[in-house]
């Protein structure tokens, strides 16, 4: 059905839609690993890529935008962990106002400074060259040495370690496990969570930073439902950050797929774009049922608990 | 994960529950209305002395404020079902956005001379049922697989969309459009104005009635209702319930089934006493405007009455003084009024929590 | 200066004062025990005293000194740790993790050095004598296995003060001498060591000073003898004025014919390897055996709430009625109104074409509030109840069953854990009652007095099998050697420095 070039420019662009989603995915793992349910992750991708292009359109640096899109991603996730840890309110309530926030709020932004209730003016974000030209290893080759690739392929081995092998990586697991255990050993569950949570958002932050300078713009509600997909390639995966990884490719790619199909489906065009979601829902359901009793991708088992 | 609930006897050890989390919820409105009015330059009393002329101002704005009510009180009573069974259900989107498709697709192909004795309540009943269909993957996939119902939910909301764009371009739609046929004269709920001329031209119908006596006949039913009283046990402590052999993952289903079809019944609202047919878009927001309802005003039929009315208001004013400020901000509105209620009321609860000492708690496992 | 105290101490929860302006002294090189019935506010004393939880009024003092913040943290960096009752270990670490967490040693980059960590728990190991498998998940560690890594990882915090919450609740009788044996050499090299414990035997061997708790108020301490009389003494100042008549067992008459519970060769996963019982009308059968043998998944397993991988058992679970061993998790729906919990499951019963009959469910309510001796409001609210009530609740429940003849079995498990001694001689009197009635009775429990109070035999379960059918009058020796049947003794358990 495709050519082999068509072929590379396919795997190029799966990669390139992966960072969003894989963004996302890791800010879910930060935050649920420690014991604090993440659904707002749809939330933070949007309200990081406002944030990116308004900044880079105030100051012209990419970097300056990036750096924004994870502060201000960052100081949704404290709210929503404070929130939690420290309010007590269930965290997919606390999601959910979050998540109705930032897509309220994105759009009140946009027209406040730029007389727009659905775009925002172009920006240049990382690349400057065009994506066309030199050949299809090219492409691809270019995607992936592009910074945001880059990144998030370092973010996730670096999540992978840090969770494993260090000491706040072993108070970050414990959390979610056992808030009431941990907090006998004189750790602050707390301040593990909230900084977790944070880090994790500002991840996502990322995500929509890159969402954002990848289409050159901001338009309102661009995250499109990635941050859910995002946080069920966390369940499906059991968690695990890298393994997360390579779900999000697979989501990506289905989301790749759809839009190339879509020139060619016609009638069935509104059918296809469904594919995204349909397979979500396909895959979940397939863990699911796989899994039975608890064990291997279980949930942290103290998700949603407090110390 | 379940908000305290109340029974018909309204029994909750002393305090009076809703209403200091509701009065946290309008404070910080206010709050955030001020600061969002602020930051365009505008005056927040100013605005709001408009939004209340363009509300309840005059009899027209008042009628329009129940018409944006109305699908809001459904769906307040939707979520507020599921809640009481400790579930999210965040499809009413998708679901009502489906069922206008079936009662639209339906009422079109209804004979011209039917009475509306017959077609109303077959169009309702029509608008229930696909409701409660399209909350069937989610209610199935949660009781049988314990899917997270919040993701799946959400799933079908972005599928139901696709969905309905989809049908209508397939042939649901009259040629060139994105709307279904007419209704029938007979289908129609007559409007409000039919009766009180000076809300003419508004688009509230008697509906409205349906939507309060949905949110009267809930706490009704989970006193009186075997299965509904079920489901709300179950929402209190599923281990228990499953202990004493009751029947958990159905009631669960049940309970996402219950929440979709009264979602679905908006549609009576929208298609059946506004439009006359379905288009695509119609109803849209109400999904999630439930949401807020719920959160404001569960546990009590009053409440969440109360709730629809201020957040249709705030809907309607919003277009009042979209000139001024965005309307998008009634949306920010609304997440931080959730918020501000959680906070409140989860309060209430760890206070009363706090009472009970750690003495089973949890076990300690052995090989 | 003693090297932990608690001074005016005060706490309530609700409307329970658990803990009464008490003060208390614990010297190093002693073993104390606190001693008490249950709800006496024990274990509420002494998790103040850990830092563990915020008194309302009071102070806590180490080494002299005000504990302040008062948190967990700052106890532990004083030198204040305790081992709770429910192991404060998370599962799926391993015995090491969980040793250092919140004492982590970093090493380059920021990274874990648990080479370093390894040696110092290594020693500590060899301190209590214990081998411990520091690469295994905690989860697949046994109970025992589990409260030496508790114990180490107190010690790997130099903890001065070592709080212990009823460690032998889950132990055999060898093991509990076993652990006695390494809490001397804690104390003997300077430590503090306090024991919460109701066994009053234990107290009476190892225990050098006792404290009497009664209602949350601090009756007496004093120096233990390790004379016969001891245990008497003991009793009596923790009953105070309350006269201890042993319950009278009655006549019955145990049924002849066919049993009416039967469990044949069942066998689940690794906790039941083929257990074998037969209970006939008006027997009463007492399951005795250390948690985490078997029992829980039997009781499970007999209400049909999980799958058994072969074997029999009959009857179906709609005609056995069951407590469960939780009433918070298990029993009780505790934001619901007594009425609803009493009834919990039988709505059925009292629906006519999907509506239910209020008046009818109100009546039988209240029938059985009264039964338990609770209130006669039924719309109270579970959860302000106290343990007892609660319990007694739900044992109404099961006995409602039994009587009116929808239940032959009745299956109580811990009956009467964490309720006080007026509550448990009522719920011990019921159940009796219900045998005399005619019902097949099975009591789980682990604690042999009650055991031995109420049945007819007492079959002990070990790694999931029947090891000993034994009389009531057995010896605590004799039941203690079946318990143990099929453990591993190997050498490894007995190390010694």
Redesign the interface.
């Known amino acids: 059905m495709m050519r082999g070039g068509e072929g590379l420019t396919f795997v190029a662009q799966a990669v390139r839609m992966a960072v969003p989603y894989a963004c996302a995915a890791l800010g879910g793992v930060w935050s649920e690993r420690s014991g604090v349910v993440n ?1 707002a992750l749809e939330g933070m991708l949007l309200a990081g890529g406002l944030a990116a292009v308004v900044a880079q359109h105030a100051t012209g640096s990419a970097w300056v935008g990036v750096l924004s899109a994870c502060t201000v991603a960052a100081a949704m996730g404290l709210a929503h962990a404070a ?1 939690f840890v420290f ?4 965290a ?3 999601g ?10 994105t ?2 932004v946009l ?2 400074l730029y007389d727009s ?1 659905s775009n925002s003016p172009a920006v240049e974000g990382f690349r400057a060259a065009s994506f066309e030209g030199g050949g299809d290893w090219a492409i691809l080759a270019r995607t992936l040495i592009d910074p945001a690739t880059l990144f998030t392929i370092a973010l996730a081995l670096a999540t992978a370690w840090a969770l494993r ?3 706040f990586g ?2 970050v ?2 959390s979610g ?2 808030p ?9 569950v707390r301040r593990v969570r909230l900084l977790a949570v944070a880090i994790g958002a500002g991840i996502c932050g990322l995500g929509g930073a890159a969402l954002a300078f990848d289409q050159h713009q901001f338009q309102a509600g661009m995250s499109g ?1 990635r941050g ?1 997909i995002a ?2 390639a966390v ?1 499906v995966s059991g968690w695990r950050p890298l393994r997360a990884m390579t779900a999000c490719v697979a989501f990506a790619a289905l989301d790749a797929l759809q839009i190339a199909v879509q020139d060619r489906a016609g ?5 296809v ?2 594919l995204p ?2 397979a ?2 396909v895959m ?2 397939w863990i ?2 796989r899994r039975g009793a608890s064990g291997e991708g279980a949930p942290p ?1 103290g998700l ?1 608990k407090h110390a | 994960m379940t908000l305290a609930a109340t029974d018909a006897k309204g029994v909750r050890p002393g305090i009076p529950p809703g209403l200091l989390a509701s009065l946290a919820g309008l404070a910080a409105a206010w709050i955030a209305f001020d600061l969002l009015v602020w930051s365009y330059g505008e005056s927040p009393r100013a605005l709001l002395s408009m939004l209340f002329a363009g509300t309840w101002g005059t009899p027209y704005g008042a009628a329009q404020v129940l018409y944006k009510a109305t699908p809001l009180l459904f769906t307040g009573v939707a979520i507020d079902l599921a809640l009481r069974a400790g579930l999210f259900n965040i499809g009413a989107e998708g679901q009502l956005a489906v069922a206008g498709l079936a009662v639209g697709a339906v009422g079109a192909s209804l004979p011209t001379g039917i009475p509306g004795v017959v077609a109303i309540p077959l169009l309702i009943a029509t608008g229930g049922l696909a409701g409660a269909a399209w909350a069937a993957p989610p209610a199935l996939l949660r009781a049988r697989l314990g899917v997270h119902e919040v993701i799946s939910t959400i799933m079908m909301n972005r599928i139901g969309e696709a969905f309905v764009a989809f049908a209508l371009a397939s042939g649901l739609a009259m040629k060139g459009t994105v709307r279904t046929g007419d209704l029938p004269p007979g289908a129609h709920v007559p409007r409000l104005d039919s009766v009180a001329s000076g809300l003419r031209g508004s688009a509230a119908s008697f509906a409205v009635i349906l939507a309060v006596a949905c949110a009267f006949a809930l706490p009704w039913g989970f006193a009186r209702v075997r299965v509904l009283r079920e489901i709300a046990l179950v929402g209190m402590n599923r281990v228990a319930c499953a202990a004493e052999h009751m029947p958990v993952a159905r009631r669960l289903a049940q309970a996402m089934l219950f929440s979709g079809a009264i979602a679905g019944l908006s549609t009576t609202a929208t298609v059946l006493g506004y439009k006359g047919h379905f288009e695509s878009g119609l109803g849209a927001g109400a999904g999630f405007g439930g949401i807020a309802v719920a959160m404001l005003g569960r546990g009590s039929a009053l409440g969440l009455v109360a709730s629809a009315l201020l957040f249709g208001t705030l809907e309607q004013g919003g277009l009042a003084i979209n000139a001024h400020v965005p309307m998008e901000a009634m949306q920010v509105l609304e997440g931080v009024i959730i918020v501000a209620v959680a906070l409140a009321d989860a309060r209430v609860r760890e206070s009363l929590a706090r009472a009970v000492p750690r003495s089973l708690g949890r076990k300690a496992r052995g090989a | 200066m003693p090297a932990l105290e608690v001074h005016e101490v005060d706490k309530r929860f609700g409307a329970v004062h658990a803990v009464k302006r008490a003060s208390l002294a614990f010297e190093r090189g002693r073993i104390h025990a606190v001693v008490g019935e249950n709800g006496a506010g024990k274990s509420t004393l002494l998790r103040i005293a850990a830092g563990l939880l915020v008194p309302d009024e009071g102070e806590t003092r180490v080494d002299g000194r005000k504990l302040a913040p008062h948190t967990p943290a700052e106890a532990l960096s004083r030198g204040v740790a305790m081992v709770q009752q429910h192991f404060a270990l998370v599962d799926v670490l391993t015995a090491l993790e969980n040793v250092v967490l919140g004492r982590e040693p970093r090493g380059k980059w920021g990274g874990l050095d648990l080479g370093a960590a390894r040696a110092k728990a290594e020693a500590v190991a060899r301190e209590i004598g214990a081998s411990i498998a520091w690469d295994a998940r905690v989860a697949t560690l046994g109970i025992g296995e589990r409260q030496r890594v508790e114990i180490a990882r107190a010690l790997y915090r130099d903890a001065r003060v070592v709080i212990l919450d009823e460690p032998t609740a889950v132990l055999t009788p060898g093991e509990a001498s076993s652990l006695y044996a390494t809490l001397r050499r804690l104390a003997d090299a300077g430590r503090a060591v306090v024991v919460v414990t109701h066994k009053l035997d234990e107290v009476r061997d190892f225990a050098d000073v006792a404290t009497v708790m009664r209602r949350g108020a601090i009756v007496e301490t004093r120096d233990v003898t390790r004379s016969g009389d001891e245990v008497r003494s003991l009793a009596r100042a923790i009953m105070g004025n309350e006269s201890v008549a042993p319950l009278e067992r009655g006549s019955r008459t145990i049924g002849g014919g066919e049993p009416v519970l039967v469990l044949r060769d069942v066998r689940m996963g690794r906790a039941v390897r083929g257990v074998s019982l037969e209970v006939r009308a008006g027997e009463i059968v007492g399951i005795a055996g250390v948690e985490g043998n078997g029992q829980r998944e039997i009781v499970r397993a007999i209400a049909q709430l999980d799958a058994i991988d072969s074997g029999s058992i009959s009857p179906a679970a709609d005609v056995i009625a069951i407590v469960h061993e939780d009433r918070h998790q298990e029993g009780l729906v505790l934001d619901a109104p007594i009425r609803d919990n009493v009834l919990l499951g039988e709505l059925a019963r009292f629906a006519r074409y999907g509506l239910l009959d209020a008046d009818a469910m109100d009546r039988e309510a209240r029938a059985r509030s009264a039964r338990a001796q609770g209130p006669d409001d039924v719309t109270i609210v579970a959860r302000t109840l106290s343990g007892g009530n609660q319990q007694k609740l739900v044992v109404a429940r099961a006995i409602a069953r039994v009587e009116e003849g929808h239940a032959r079995v009745l299956l109580v498990a811990h009956p009467t854990r964490g309720v006080d001694l007026a509550a448990s001689r009522a719920i011990h009197a019921e159940i009796l009652a219900a045998a005399g009635r005619g019902a097949a009775v099975v009591v789980v429990s682990a604690d042999l007095h009650e055991l031995r109070a109420l049945s007819d035999r007492i079959v002990v379960l070990a790694r999931g099998r029947v090891s000993a059918q034994l009389p009531p009058d057995a010896t605590d020796d004799v039941i203690g050697q079946a318990m143990l049947a099929g453990h591993d003794l190997s050498p490894r358990e007995e190390a010694r420095p």
Do not use: H, W
């Open positions: 659904i929130t309010g007590r309110v269930d997919i309530v606390s959910i106002a979050l998540n109705l926030v930032a897509a309220g709020g759009r009140f027209r406040a209730s092998k260090t000491p072993l108070r697991r414990a496990e056992d009431e255990a941990v907090r006998a050993t004189g750790v602050d439902g859910f946080l069920a369940i009638q069935l065009r509104d059918l774009q469904m979601y349909v979500t829902l979940m359901a699911a049922s088992a949603g």
